[in-house]
Structure formats: C-alpha cells, structure tokens
C-alpha cells in the first residue's frame, strides 16, 4: 500500500478497517511480529529533530495518523489521508478483538499499580483476552525487564511509556518478540485505568 512522506515520515495511506485486516492477517500468521506507530504531530516534530527517534520510528511496519493535524498536513501537501487512527481507540479495538479470539495481552508502563488496574478495567469491558502480564513504567529499562515481558509470549504488547521513549523501546528489543503486535500508548493506562 501507498505511504505519505510527512517530514520525512512515511505515514499508511490506509483506511481504518484495511489496516486492521492486515494487522490480524499478520498476527495470525506468526510469521512476524509487527509495531505500530500512531503518529501525531508531536512525534512527527521529534522525529524532525532526533535522528536516533527518526531511526526507531522507521523500523516501524505500520505508521498510522493519529490526530487532525497529520491529515490537514495530507492535505497540504496534496495528498489526502482518508481518516485519522487514534491511538487510544486503537487500544480498546485491539482489546475488543483479543477478548473474541481469546489472545493475549500485556500492559508494560506507567507508574506502580496502574497498568494493573487498567488490565482490571480492560477485563470489565472485553472479558476473554488474556492476561500475559503487566509491568510498570520506572523499572528502568534495561534488557531484563524486556526478556521479563518477552518470556510471557504476548500477542499484543501495550507500551505506555510516552514517546520517545516508548517508540525506542519497542525499536530495540522488538527482536525478543517474534509474534506480537508492539504499539506505543502513551498515557492511555492512565485513563483506562481513571
Ligand atoms: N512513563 C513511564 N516511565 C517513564 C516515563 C513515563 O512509564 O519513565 C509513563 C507515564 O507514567 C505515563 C506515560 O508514560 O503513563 C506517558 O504519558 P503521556 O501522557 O506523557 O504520553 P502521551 O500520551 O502524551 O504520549
């Protein structure tokens, strides 16, 4: 499919449920593992400016809009994107389709206690996924903490460490998880979990 070169990002031109398909096409699979970006202007900015996040964010198999201001720049620059992704409704899809094929799930990041209980509230809403494991966000992140979380062999993997941080992680040691879908979320345990 057709990506969009934004400040030297490439963005998928890809509509919502196209790119969903190819994301559960792939996790089945299991040939792969695939990370996900959700790129809102404020990470397009950071990958401007840091060659190093610009490099992490480039091993990315999906770079999806997330937010207005990345489609009004599709549209500057002539090219318009068909709709904007947000990450946090990404969340709640991957976890609606987890619950229906009994896959699962790992929320790694935030502080102490909170990435438990957005898995608690994630388990209200979407019964039938499964726990792999979660793990907070100030543990440093060092390879033991991504071998910890690898050896659970979750299918989707939720990294709310803010970005740049939660993009590099994933960069680094996405080799540890041969099968996973890998996304960055930012503060999205926080509210779950609110
Ligand atoms: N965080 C973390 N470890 C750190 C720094 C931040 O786990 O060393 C977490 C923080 O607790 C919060 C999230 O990362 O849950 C970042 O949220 P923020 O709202 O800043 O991210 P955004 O949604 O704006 O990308």
Redesign the pocket.
């Known amino acids: 499919h057709e990506k969009l070169n934004i400040v030297g990002i490439p963005v998928d031109n890809l509509k919502r449920e196209q790119f969903l398909s190819l994301v559960y096409q792939e996790l089945n699979q299991k040939q792969k593992n695939i990370f996900i970006v959700t790129a809102n202007p404020?990470i397009i900015m950071n990958a401007k400016n840091s060659p190093s996040y610009r490099n992490a964010l480039l091993q990315a198999d999906y770079i999806i809009p997330d937010g207005f201001g990345v489609i009004k720049a599709s549209n500057i620059l002539g090219n318009p994107l068909p709709e904007k992704i947000t990450g946090y409704d990404l969340v709640h899809t991957f976890l609606s389709y987890a619950s229906e094929t009994g896959k699962s799930v790992y929320f790694f990041?935030?502080?102490e206690g909170?990435a438990q209980e957005a898995i608690n509230k994630a388990k209200e809403l979407y019964p039938n996924f499964r726990i792999a494991g979660t793990k907070?966000?100030?543990a440093g992140l060092t390879e033991n903490v991504a071998e910890e979380i690898a050896s659970a062999a979750p299918d989707f993997v939720f990294v709310?460490?803010?970005?740049p941080?939660?993009e590099e992680w994933i960069a680094s040691y996405q080799h540890l998880f041969p099968h996973s879908v890998l996304m960055g979320v930012?503060?999205?345990?926080?509210v779950l979990s609110g």
């Open positions: 404020e990041g935030a502080k909170i907070h966000g100030y709310g460490l803010g970005a941080m939660q930012g503060g999205s345990f926080d």
